[in-house]
C-alpha cells in the first residue's frame, strides 16, 4: 500500500503493509493498522491508503503459471 502525503510527490509517498483493519461505530472500517519498511507500526486513516499498482504481465505470467 501507499501512504498519501500532500507534501510529496506520489512517486515518493512511503509504501507500508496493512497489518490489520480497524471499524467505526457503524461497522464500517474507518482505520488500518500499517506496518513501515522500518517496522513501526502506525494507524492511519482508509481513505489515505491507496493500492499499490502492480503491472500485470503477459506471457511472462502465464509461463510462469504452466511450469
Do not use: C, F, Y
Not at 13 to 21: G, Y
Amino acid at each position: 500500500m501507499l501512504l498519501q502525503e500532500d507534501v510529496r510527490l506520489r512517486h515518493m509517498w512511503k509504501r507500508a503493509v496493512i497489518e490489520q483493519l480497524l471499524k467505526g461505530q457503524d461497522g464500517m472500517i474507518r482505520t488500518v493498522v500499517l506496518r513501515t519498511p522500518e517496522g513501526n507500526k502506525i494507524n492511519h486513516p482508509i481513505e489515505l491508503v491507496i493500492p499499490l499498482e502492480v503491472e500485470q504481465g503477459g506471457e511472462d505470467v502465464e509461463e510462469l503459471l504452466s511450469s
